[in-house]
């Protein structure tokens, strides 16, 4: 749900106006922009900041026009649409949309449809052929490939998986850059994932720290009793991991 977003979407346009202007001001939304959510939405109605990573024109044919949009989660590509139509002076709406990639998740390269995966699974159980079934799932961690990585020693896993949150002492590596309120995935020094949590410290706060809570628990993934209970008072040596 955090992660970045992108969409194509068709714009129909109340009255025509001249291809470079639409262009002019579509590239005005690139960047941080103020947006207040549509009435009918499921957040607070209040203004609130949202950035637009990419947005560009793909195709026009009056009165629509076909767009590609990248941006920040939160984003409500409908009233966006209907501010460039303010923008430009002559009104518009959302007449289609489609969600093309949710953070690594890709609508060209990791989509399986569900028919594809009830084939997967007939073929597996009937025949013992899991090849399908391997084209059609992926690994947990590659759903946090896209978010910053801390990995903890072996006797800091079963007390996270219990909810516990990341203290300093039970931190080996971490990524350089994690900014305190960033969302971090927490994995083993095998590279599973066993949570995911919210970082309260900068990356040059937890390496100079000697204890404190460095990652607050907000999502635990791994199964409890995966590794056994084991605090040493003693922490490996914590090193940055070159993103």
Not at 56 to 77: A, D, K, M, N
Request: glycine letters at 8%.
């Amino acid at each position: 749900m955090l992660s970045s977003k992108e969409y194509v979407a068709v714009i129909q346009l109340h009255k025509p106006v001249p291809e470079e202007r639409l262009k002019e001001v579509v590239n005005e939304f690139r960047g941080r922009i103020y947006q207040k959510p549509p009435v009918r939405s499921s957040v607070k109605r209040s203004l609130r900041v949202k950035e637009i990573y990419d947005i560009r024109i793909l195709e026009v044919s009056y009165p629509y026009v076909l767009l590609r949009v990248s941006c920040q989660h939160g984003t409500y590509i409908r009233k966006l649409i209907h501010d460039i139509g303010e923008v430009l002076g002559v009104g518009a709406h959302m007449r289609e949309l489609r969600r093309v990639r949710t953070g690594p998740f890709k609508e060209d390269s990791t989509l399986v449809t569900m028919h594809k995966l009830s084939e997967a699974i007939y073929t597996f159980k009937e025949l013992g052929d899991d090849s399908l079934l391997r084209k059609s799932l992926l690994p947990g961690e590659f759903g946090v490939s896209h978010m910053p990585k801390v990995a903890v020693v072996d006797g800091a896993v079963e007390s996270i998986t219990h909810g516990a949150d990341l203290a300093v002492p039970g931190i080996s590596m971490l990524h350089e850059g994690i900014r305190k309120g960033d969302h971090v995935a927490i994995l083993t020094l095998k590279g599973e994932l066993v949570a995911i949590g919210m970082a309260l410290m900068h990356t040059e706060e937890i390496m100079e720290a000697a204890k404190g809570v460095a990652i607050k628990t907000k999502r635990v993934v791994m199964p409890r009793g995966v590794y056994p209970k084991l605090w040493k008072s003693k922490s490996l040596g914590r090193h940055e991991w070159k993103p």
